[in-house]
């Protein structure tokens, strides 16, 4: 190799606005601003690498200092443009900010620029690399890029605009380098070829641009590489994938089939084979990943799109488009993203070549049971499953909603004595309805049911008129059964969403309800009765010494209508009991007169709680045989 070989990619660096390979909106509207000479004081390329930003801005610097310039073509022989080309120009000044980031580097420059130019017509400061500089390099900067001198000009080339202080960008004109298209890097890498006298075949340029990600730089450098086998013979697309460490499409293609068809001791067969041809695991994982992309693209779009999406020739596409019956999209998709994963597991793992057989067998079995129609079956089955389980519901049987009442019957009360006083509104008489009790045996019915309850979809607030229904929901739905024996000695005062409201006659109740975790299991069973959380549940006492619903002296009372009785009460004897006798006389705040007490004379008010006490012992006392139950504190 001579001393004087100049690589391609410098060889062939454009030297004019009209030579810059694609950016056309990026050369019309410099060409428009050096032809009107509208030109600004600072300038900021950014775009991925390899895409001309540099280029573009010796090619702008050439133009402003070029002796016929401002001009849109320089001549390319004046002293200015000579040392441009050459890379010694004396008015353009070329940094590197990687290597000069500091506060002290900016601040050299700064006192340079004072000097005037001594060729050209501006002083052109092009900084590669600009967000390499500290934030103090920025911030010495930002007075001089604002206002620098009349024939300063700033060109800033960065890769990662996002790292430069939003102040700088501010202060520039900025021009986004977009990815060059691969047709244009083939037809430059053709020109190049010709000039060369380089034998390549058309797919193999293809497969260089593919590589590139459009950058024209890494494909000419790829080009030159490649060019020491064009001298002898004709440079096809297998030696591309063999500098590239990639593997041939038909090699791809046979490891899909036995993927797809679901034979992993093959597949490792084939995999040991390009192993041990040399390639790395991650690189084989990559190719296999590109392979069903492109695979999935012949599946899913037109025939106009597949040459430019995939970068294929039209055989290796006829060949996948007789692969893409054989798996539904979202398997395809299922196997790439399978891929990506074991790429991951590759790049952290020590022993990639275990991974790599791991993920090949993985890959070879994971298509045999994922058909889409047996996906669709295990779906209905599923959801067929469901519909029925919610059909069986107890929320939705109307057995459940609308439980068997039953009126207890209970001998005529003694007829009370008619007073003045009328009944407050949250008194009112209420016929004493509840349901049938049944022995233990059919508690334990009530308990298996609430555990297979299904909370409605929706919340329901109830209307106030089927609270006794929706009293036995909630019982049903609690789990303990002391807690629903102990809540059948209460009354419910509201039941809906918003809250729901119990009271006892006996305080001690009350607090054993609310010191423990009965409470809980009530919120709990009220929380899945509405379908939501946090239901509000207020236990308290009922209002016992309050006065009671009053009957005028002159009316006689209705036939169905009674005096409040104790609601805790589950026997007619002792509802019987708690009927006032008073004629003429104001009724005692006791609730519980004596049931032996015939004549017009009240008793002190210290037997009235003796009798009181008494009576709700023995009522507690009835309620614990019937339920075969205890007092837990």
């Known amino acids: 190799m001579s001393g004087n070989y100049i690589p391609l990619y410098r060889k062939y660096r454009p030297q004019s606005l009209d030579t810059l390979v694609g950016q056309e909106h990026i050369k019309k509207t410099l060409t428009s601003a050096i032809e009107l000479g509208k030109i600004s004081h600072a300038y900021l390329f950014t775009g991925p690498r390899g895409t001309g930003k540099t280029s573009t801005a010796r090619i702008l610097a050439k133009s402003l200092n070029c002796k016929n310039g401002p001009t849109v073509h320089p001549c390319g022989e004046c002293e200015s443009c000579r040392d441009i080309t050459n890379s010694i120009p004396i008015d353009v000044i070329e940094i590197d900010a990687a290597s000069n980031r500091k506060v002290e580097d900016a601040q050299n420059l700064l006192e340079k620029i004072q000097y005037v130019p001594v060729n050209g017509k501006y002083k052109i400061y092009i900084i590669d690399e600009v967000h390499m500089l500290t934030n103090h390099a920025f911030n010495a900067l930002l007075k001089t890029l604002e206002e620098p001198p009349e024939n300063v000009i700033f060109i800033l080339a960065t890769t990662e605009v996002h790292k430069v202080l939003d102040t700088i960008k501010s202060r520039c004109q900025r021009f986004d380098f977009r990815r060059i298209t691969t047709d244009d890097i083939v037809k430059h890498l053709r020109y190049i070829s010709d000039q060369e006298g380089i034998k390549i075949t058309d797919d193999a340029l293809f497969a260089i641009a593919k590589n590139s990600a459009g950058g024209m730089r890494d494909s000419i450098s790829l080009l030159d590489q490649l060019s020491i086998l064009g001298i002898s013979k004709e440079i096809t697309v297998d030696d591309v994938n063999s500098i590239l460490g990639r593997i041939s499409f038909d090699v791809l293609k046979h490891l899909s089939e036995k993927i797809i068809d679901s034979k992993p001791s093959e597949a490792i067969e084939i995999l040991n084979d390009i192993y041990n041809s040399g390639n790395e695991p991650l690189q084989i994982l990559t190719n296999l990943c590109e392979y069903f992309k492109n695979l999935l693209i012949v599946k899913t779009c037109s025939d106009k799109l597949l040459q430019d999406l995939t970068g294929l020739n039209e055989p290796q596409i006829k060949e996948l488009s007789s692969q893409k019956d054989s798996l539904e999209a979202h398997q395809i998709v299922f196997l790439i993203e399978r891929i990506s994963y074991y790429i991951k597991e590759i790049k952290l793992a020590s022993n ?124 049903a739905n609690i789990k303990s059964p002391s807690t629903q024996a102990l809540l059948k000695l209460a009354k419910p005062a509201k039941i809906e969403p918003d809250g729901v409201v119990i009271t006892f006659r006996n305080e001690r109740l009350v607090s054993q309800i609310n010191d423990s975790n009965k409470k809980q299991l009530i919120i709990d069973a009220a929380n899945i009765m509405f379908n939501q959380k946090d239901t509000s549940v207020t236990i308290k006492t009922a209002q016992f010494g309050d006065s009671k619903p009053a009957v005028s002296h002159t009316e006689a009372p209705e036939e169905d209508s009674e005096p409040e009785e104790p609601e805790a009460s589950s026997t007619p004897q002792i509802q019987q009991s708690q009927k006032q006798e008073t004629e003429g006389k104001a009724p005692i705040k006791s609730d519980i007169p004596d049931s032996q007490q015939n004549n017009e004379t009240l008793k002190p008010v210290e037997e009235n709680k003796k009798e009181k006490e008494r009576i709700e012992s023995d009522q507690e006392k009835m309620v614990l045989e019937l339920f075969d139950g205890k007092y837990v504190e």
């Open 352 to 475: 990639q070549h275990l991974w790599l057989e791991v993920g090949m067998i993985d890959l070879a079995n994971m298509s045999e049971n994922s058909a889409l129609l047996d996906l669709q079956n295990r779906i209905k089955a599923l959801e067929g499953g469901n519909l029925n389980y919610a059909v069986q519901s107890p929320q939705i049987k109307a057995p459940v909603q609308e439980p068997v009442m039953e009126v207890v019957t209970r001998p005529a009360p003694i007829e009370p004595q008619p007073i003045s006083s009328s009944p407050k509104p949250e008194e009112k008489i209420e016929p004493d309805v509840k349901p049938t009790v049944e022995p233990q045996r059919e508690e334990a019915k009530t308990t298996n049911e609430a555990e297979e309850f299904t909370p409605p979809p929706v919340a329901k607030k109830s209307d106030g008129k089927d609270i006794a229904s929706m009293w036995q929901m909630l019982l």
